[in-house]
């Protein structure tokens, strides 16, 4: 079945680049998105990409996609502590909707 | 609405008792969602609402769930019987037409707790 896995926890100093990785096995994905999960909020969508593009960028995020490979990274330029929160991958099966299959999610962590 | 609301935003009830999660999406939105939040299973889906109608309801964990959309807005979750693996947090979402390049825009969630 489908599985989407990422790493549980990032660190990063304020400043630094954060990248966030995740895989992916269903390879009919032909949409994959990044989520932010604040505290005490709902899931905020940052971005996402079509399966036929490597990259996207969007003002400090950049997407990476690697089909051969099934994986897909994020990449925050200059973090800061405000985007300390939990990262969801998620690929969307392929139905005419968005039914989701969301990843572990990565707790980022922003130190001034 | 501003943005999707979910109503109550806490739930604590004992096994055995029946709950009742209500979303009000976005207006416009025909297309709405169910999505839960544990911590053993992550994210699931639950249930996709096209209007009043649910194409795609795989996710339900079991007949002691059921959901309803009534004039293409609200919808209800119920949960019959609850148990305590039934404890999450239940997000709802909803997107303008369902099509997979659109925003979802999701609610905060209801936290239920099953004692």
């Known amino acids: 079945g489908e599985d989407v896995e990422q790493s549980l926890f990032l660190s990063v100093r304020e400043g630094d680049s954060s990248v966030i990785n995740c895989t992916y096995t269903?390879?009919?994905?032909?949409?994959l998105y990044w989520y932010k999960q604040e505290p005490g909020a709902g899931l905020q969508l940052l971005t996402y990409?079509?399966?036929?593009?490597d990259m996207k960028q969007d003002q400090r995020l950049t997407v990476l996609l690697n089909k051969k490979d099934k994986h897909l990274s994020l990449r925050i330029a200059d973090t800061q502590t405000g985007d300390s929160a939990i990262y969801f991958c998620a690929e969307s099966m392929n139905t005419g909707f968005q039914k989701l299959v969301f990843g572990t999610g990565t707790r980022l962590l922003v130190s001034p | 609405g501003a943005g999707v609301s979910q109503s109550p935003s806490n739930k604590v009830t004992e096994k055995g008792k029946d709950v009742e999660l209500r979303c009000d999406p976005i207006s416009g939105h025909t297309a709405l969602y169910w999505y839960r939040q544990s911590l053993g299973q992550g994210l699931e889906f639950l249930i996709y609402f096209q209007g009043n109608s649910a194409p795609d309801k795989s996710g339900l964990p079991s007949d002691r769930f059921s959901a309803e959309r009534t004039g293409g807005s609200v919808s209800t979750l119920t949960i019959q019987r609850t148990q305590q693996e039934d404890s999450a947090v239940y997000l709802c979402?909803?997107?303008?037409?369902?099509?997979?390049?659109?925003?979802?825009?999701f609610g905060s969630g209801t936290q239920l707790s099953v004692l």
């Open positions: 269903d390879s009919s994905s032909t949409y």
């Open positions: 979402a909803s997107s303008l037409d369902g099509l997979r390049n659109e925003k979802l825009f």
């Open positions: 990409i079509f399966s036929n593009m």
